[in-house]
């Protein structure tokens, strides 16, 4: 199993830091990962994004080519990251805020509307935990016990929106089934 | 009498890329409009320095020279001596005048060079993610002050208004906020005076602006105008610190 | 006396200073959504509007253009 | 020893930034002293050890410019600490006068240049166009520093024991060149050394400090005299070249059989070996030489392996700096390829392939100078 | 009882190569005896910078360190941080100090590292053959002054002490000359003061002492002396700026 | 233009120090700005434009440190004034971030290193140990500096004006590499070109100034977008390229029927030419090549010589620099030899005789690979 | 009271500082030239001297010890 | 023709300008000629030389191996320069300040008290200008009309001294008659 994914959105909606997650959760397995985050000069309203690799055998290049999965959680996003999937690849985008639609035809989709969901659960700020639940519905390169017992590692100290963030993971698995 | 509140022509179009509640998109839109009022836009040249305003040189409407981190103020030397005529006016954050750049402060201010010299104190590296300025207050958490700035490991924060006056080179210093509005309008007087006084050759004129970073901080934008208020003000006392001319 | 008062929504970047700095308490947030994620700032009552510029001052995003002839 | 201020035990696996593997490694292998100045892309480093530092009882300061931070480690390894500063191509330029001093003091410290695009303010990607600057000296005067180059966030974390160790061994300041890449990227690594010590690293007998009871120490790059500043270089000349017989690090992959060898560090490399299982799976034979020192440099092995294949390609994230290297290593006796991607952008590993296969074809090539491959 | 003036143990036996009547010799003499007096000399560091003092090392009896230009505070700082039972001193130029190190003396002293800094002040860059220092004197001549400094071209001079006097840090700075008996006297004073307050870990302080410099004034010892007195000390005016302390 | 300005006839000879001579020499190439901060031994650049340039009604500026003096460079030279700043060692050092930052947005101007003994302090004497800084680039980033390396009072007069029009015609900062003997040795000299008339000096189409009727501009090395730096990266490259190709400059003497060829430059070729000489007189054939351009090297010729005389030996004031560039050119085709002085100590003409003769009888030598003749 | 003072002839400059700060007016240039070509000073009258010790104060060469014991 | 000259003394003795002054006089005769000044670090008390080719073909090292002629004006001087001489080569020596003998014999020596002779024609700063004069006389390498009237040129604006600097000359000369 390999799986290469390209997560990316603004500045402030928590990307990167739900690549790591899924690198930690991958790390929990004893699988092999790597997690290399991009930012622009902004600090907000900018874009940023990471690319996550998860693999049972050793990683050369922590660079991704063609993705196997990108999630886009903006429009610039999408725009950006939609040409560099795979053929058969799959799309998960961010439809609360995302307008206008995919245009390859040679890919999956899944429209997830993450803002939407995030603040169902009590916090706007949850929509990238949304998406990520979604993710490893649709594709089980790790099992949502990893995922979910990584958060206080990889969010410690923010106790209160464990909760949140579990219910947000729950939520955007839901939307798979 | 018609009044108009609009985007300066000292400005470009271009949609400035700073943080909510960011300080220096107001003090960029107040020396747009100085360009504007003195109509010297065809002769100035705005140094971009190294910091969260190092791409001003695609906001302001007039020739930029972006420079290395902390040496606006040389480059603006060499500038306006072998051209005298031009306006120049180095724009500078807490980290890039206050750090590395204090010797290039004192020395062009000693020197008396005939420039502007706009300093941005917000008390923290914004560009950089918000490590610790020469300006973080006391007790001030930063992304290298985890714990608070502790002055007897970290030091004290530096009054640069107050260290310049010291100084005969300077013919004006002040130091302002634009943490509300009427201390925008004082800001605006200050920083037009400041370009004012260059256009007349009186020399070196240095104006700090005290300035929220939301980010920086990790406060929302209100939240840090009162903090700028509450805080900063205290310390670096808002007012003129040296003024030798009489323009009004 | 003409006072014209516009918010560009899509430069709105929602700091409140605005809101804040009215003297008429004149703006409020917008339920929209614009293309950078923010509920941008609107007029409540533009007849209400005295033209006194103070959004403006404070506006880090030059959203905010008013007119006042008078 | 505190115990508590062990953080990971030895070979426990933990998921860290290249920059955060490289800040704990440090403090691990003995750093107690950190000034730095903040810059992208390194400032997990300072930011890591701004706490980590407190923990362990070092210091920590962040100082008011790389000129005041190369210079306090100046003072804090005259007085034996194990020294560090880090920053990226400009700051480590703004640095150069101080490492020339401290390499002619022959005082031990490390430094770290995770590297960004340049020249001047450049952007802060990932690039690897600071290798002259590392390898011959950016400073003045006749000196050299032992040039690490890790390839991850292991290594990262990792060389710092080794590189401490090499340079107090030599007395001569060590240098981490990464790039952004290896500094933001995450992955797993372990610790494969234990937490040193400090206390039982044995004192020096240079450092200042209590001259009661013995002759007064001077540290000092003064040398009026030229009979004596000509042997002090001589000196330093003599202990370069023991240091290049003793410690020349590579690693060594897939050459066994392969036509072409490719010469990369760091990310160069790691994407290079990408390149390599792509090429093997399609039985093209190519291997990889990367260098782990980057001075010295491996050239024994180099010019070996130019003999053996016949063609050496370089592939760096510049416009070409240790193909030169390469070039010297290989003497005439090889055909020598460059392939580079300077300005942030990374090579992908189908790249660098189309590249070597490329190489592979060409004929009728003057032995020993450079080719570059890409189309400009 | 016994009074002795001679040669303290603090300096070696080491002939200085000083010019005649060199101010520096003065200076290093008192440091000498305020090591003595103190019974520091064991765990005593003297920074050595690049100036006309740059081999100090050879003349004080204690361990030393010889550093870049201007960088002395930079290194005492990181000394004194590795070792605080030190007792550091960095001894420094104009040059040295207020010009290419203008960072690291602000920086350091803001930190308030409990270190001393004996700052020799001449108006002269004497080592490298008498070019304009930051404080040399409106009018003066010098290698890079050929006409006298103009200050509008050149700029004024700086006051070390009044500048550093707008800082936190420090807490003790005092002004002195040594260009005649009872100034000496006083200069012995404020760095017995600043030394003790070191061994205190009470914190930053700086004497700065006005000296002659007759090689690269071009004059006499004698007519530099009264230089001080008449053309220096009216600008510097002496005496103490900070004083943060009780101590005796 | 005001006649009185011109302070000697072209072609009146006069004595002068090499620095000083380099400072007149820039003033008449049209040099109107300088900034640079003093350091022995080249302070008598600054101390003769102090008068100088005001005569000519041009900027004089004592900067407060290199740092600055770089920086002020970098705005006078935006503005398309002939600028000028000299150094030595540790200030060549600090000017580093800003030379890399110039030559990043490509803006032309003039420096002087004028070379003492390192690393650190070292003294003040002649030495030639800053090649590599001045020829790989003491800086971060991919670029080059154009370096002439005068070998005379002569030299340093007249090479400003061939620095400016150079450095203008590519848009690239311009060295000049001497050192402490060219710089403080006096000898008779004249100007081989006119005084320049900065009036004519047509303006650049990028400075920045009056932006009346035209669309704003903009000096800046930042550029956050890969692509975009990766295309500057390679327009530099481009230009080097064309650098290399077009301005390459060497003196050859006595290669015609030689045994060995010394390639040294500056005052190691002088010696060396007082050994060929010498040698001359007792039947010993000895060719000098010396580079007149450190970069772009002239790598072309010393390979051809070194494949007709089969035997090269480059002299430095190092412990070995340039040599390398030497063991590049020769690839692997002749036999590579190597004497150094560093530390300020200047060889004699009899000892580099010497040293030749040994390198003429040595046998059985691998060629291409560095043979140090100094006993050590 | 004893007062003992010696002037070490080869370290003097012959800066007159210690000429000038004599309060008794007791020291002056001998006709000797020293190794290093100066003329060092020397003391006039050496029972005048008080032990003051402002000649060792002002001395930049350590040249003048005074031994005062009173 | 070619002499190859070193002059050493303490620094404040002249000894570079009386080799500037040398040159000079050897252009004005278009000789070829180089001056290559030596400091030590202090400004005063240490030691300075410069050394000094005059010849009628090209010079290409000015570094002197073995000089023609040594002027020595101090006694350190005279230690670090006396070996340095060729065989048969002159020594010019201060025998105001120079209390030991010059030591080796293969060579001709030239004792000129020019202190002493410099005080008695006005000014003991005139000490380089006595040996100056010493040297022409003995060795011609350049005229005393070239040497003198290139006096106003090197010592610009010290008209005042001309005269003495003059019979300095002039009386160094006698020494050798
Ligand atoms: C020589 C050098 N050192 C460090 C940096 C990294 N750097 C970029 S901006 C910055 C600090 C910015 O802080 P400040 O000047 O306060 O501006 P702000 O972003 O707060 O407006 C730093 C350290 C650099 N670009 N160059
Ligand atoms: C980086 C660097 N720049 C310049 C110099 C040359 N330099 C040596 S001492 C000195 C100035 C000395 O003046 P000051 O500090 O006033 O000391 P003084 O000699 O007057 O005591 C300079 C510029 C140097 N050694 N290093
Ligand atoms: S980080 Fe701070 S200074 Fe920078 S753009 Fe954001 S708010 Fe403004
Ligand atoms: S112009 Fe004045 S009254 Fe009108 S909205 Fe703005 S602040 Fe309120
Ligand atoms: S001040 Fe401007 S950016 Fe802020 S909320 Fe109001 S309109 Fe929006
Ligand atoms: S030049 Fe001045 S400071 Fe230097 S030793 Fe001579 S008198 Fe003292
Ligand atoms: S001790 Fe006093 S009285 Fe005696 S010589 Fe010295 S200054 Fe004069
Ligand atoms: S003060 Fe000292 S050096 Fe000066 S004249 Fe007197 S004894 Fe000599
Ligand atoms: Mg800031
Ligand atoms: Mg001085």
Redesign the pocket.
């Known amino acids: 199993m390999k799986q290469e994914i390209i997560l990316a959105g603004f500045g402030g909606q928590g990307v990167i830091k739900a690549g790591v997650l899924l690198a930690y959760a991958a790390m929990k397995e004893n699988k092999r990962c790597t997690h290399f985050p991009s930012y622009g000069a902004e600090m907000r309203g900018g874009t940023a994004n990471c690319s996550v690799i998860i693999s049972d055998s050793l990683i050369s290049s922590p660079v991704i080519g063609e993705a196997d999965t990108v999630i886009a959680m903006n429009e610039p996003s999408l725009i950006k990251f939609e040409p560099r999937l795979k053929k058969g690849g799959l799309l998960i985008y961010n439809s609360s805020i995302i307008a206008s639609k995919p245009k390859r035809s040679d890919i999956e989709l899944l429209a997830v509307p993450a803002n939407e969901i995030a603040e169902s659960v009590g916090s706007a700020k949850s929509a990238n935990m949304v998406v990520v639940g979604a993710y490893i519905a649709k594709i089980k390169a790790v099992s949502p016990e990893s995922v979910k017992s990584s958060i206080p590692i990889v969010f410690p100290g923010k106790e209160a929106f464990l909760t949140i963030n579990i219910n947000a993971i729950d939520k955007g698995m839901a939307v798979v089934k | 009498m018609k009044r108009e509140y609009k985007r300066p022509e000292g400005l470009s179009k271009t949609i400035m890329r700073y943080c909510p509640g960011c300080g220096h998109s107001i003090v960029h839109r107040i020396i747009g409009e100085t360009i504007d009022e003195l109509g010297i836009r065809e002769k100035t040249i705005a140094i971009a320095p190294v910091?969260?305003s190092v791409f001003l040189y695609e906001y302001f409407n007039c020739d930029s020279v972006q420079v290395a981190h902390g040496r606006a103020p040389a480059v603006a030397t060499g500038i306006k001596r072998v051209n005298p005529e031009l306006i120049v006016f180095s724009y500078q954050?807490?980290?890039?005048l206050a750090a590395i750049g204090t010797a290039e402060l004192i020395h062009s201010a000693t020197r008396g060079e005939n420039f502007t010299v706009i300093f941005?104190?917000?008390?923290?590296?914004?560009?950089t993610g918000g490590q610790q300025?020469p300006?973080t207050m006391p007790g001030q958490k930063t992304t290298t002050n985890p714990f608070g700035r502790d002055p007897k490991l970290a030091g004290y924060p530096i009054r640069v208004c107050e260290m310049l006056a010291t100084l005969d080179g300077p013919v004006y210093l002040e130091r302002t906020a634009v943490n509300k509005a009427v201390n925008v309008l004082k800001t605006k007087k200050a920083i037009k005076k400041a370009f004012q006084l260059q256009v007349e050759k009186k020399g070196y004129s240095l104006i700090e602006v005290l300035?929220p970073?939301p980010t920086?901080w990790g406060i929302s934008p209100l939240k840090a105008c009162e903090y700028v208020d509450k805080v900063m003000i205290p310390y670096y006392p808002l007012g003129v610190y040296k003024d030798l001319t009489q323009v009004k | 006396m003409k006072i014209e008062i516009t918010i560009d929504e899509s430069l709105c970047k929602a700091c409140a200073y605005c809101i804040e700095a009215c003297p008429k308490k004149n703006l409020e947030f917008s339920s929209n959504i614009n293309k950078s994620g923010y509920h941008p700032v609107r007029v409540i009552d533009k007849s209400k509007c005295t033209g006194c510029g103070m959004c403006y001052q404070v506006c880090p995003e030059i959203a905010i253009t008013v007119e006042n002839e008078s | 020893m505190n115990p508590d201020i062990i953080k990971y035990k030895t070979g426990e696996k933990i998921l860290l930034k290249g920059n955060e593997a490289f800040a704990e490694g440090t403090v691990r292998a003995g750093c107690r002293f950190f000034s730095g100045y903040p810059i992208t892309p390194q400032n997990e480093i300072p930011e890591y050890l701004s706490w980590r530092l407190f923990e362990v009882g070092g210091t920590f300061i962040q100082a008011e410019s790389e000129v005041s931070a190369i210079n306090m480690i100046y003072g804090a390894a005259a007085c034996g600490a194990r020294a560090l500063t880090s920053s990226s191509g400009p700051g480590i330029s703004l640095k150069q006068e101080g490492i020339s001093y401290i390499a002619a003091a022959e005082l031990p410290f490390l430094y770290a240049n995770v590297m960004r695009g340049g020249p001047g303010l450049g952007n802060i990607a990932p690039c690897q166009s600071d290798y002259f600057q590392a390898t011959r000296g950016g400073g003045h005067g006749d000196y050299r520093i032992i040039v690490l180059a890790p390839d991850s966030a292991y290594e990262m974390g990792n060389f710092p024991k080794l590189a401490y160790d090499t340079a107090e061994k030599y007395r001569n300041p060590c240098m981490i060149l990464a790039d952004g890449l290896i500094g933001q990227m995450m992955e797993p690594l372990e610790f494969n050394f234990d937490f040193v010590d400090v206390e039982k690293i044995p004192t020096k007998d240079y450092v200042v400090g209590n001259c009661k009871g013995r002759e007064m120490r001077v540290i000092n790059t003064l040398h009026m005299s030229t009979d004596i500043l000509e042997k002090h270089n001589w000196d330093l000349y003599r202990k370069y070249e023991k240091i290049k017989s003793e410690f020349t690090l590579f690693e060594e992959k897939y050459t066994d059989d392969a036509d072409i060898v490719i010469v990369a560090y760091g990310t160069a490399a790691r994407i290079s070996m990408a390149a390599i299982m792509k090429g093997r799976e399609q039985g093209i034979k190519i291997g990889l030489l990367r260098p782990i020192t980057l001075w010295p440099f491996p050239e024994k092995i180099i010019s070996q392996l130019a003999q053996k294949t016949g063609k050496v390609l370089a592939v760096e994230m510049n416009t070409g700096q240790l193909v030169e290297d390469v070039q010297m290593a290989v003497n005439g006796k090889a055909e020598v390829y460059f392939y580079g991607r300077p300005g942030g952008n990374i090579p992908t590993g189908d790249e660098i392939l189309g590249v070597a296969k490329e190489a592979l074809k060409m004929k009728n090539v003057e032995p020993g100078r450079i080719n570059v491959l890409n189309k400009i």
């Open positions: 910091g969260c954050g807490d980290g890039d941005i104190n917000n008390a923290i590296y914004g560009m300025a300006t300035a970073c920086g």
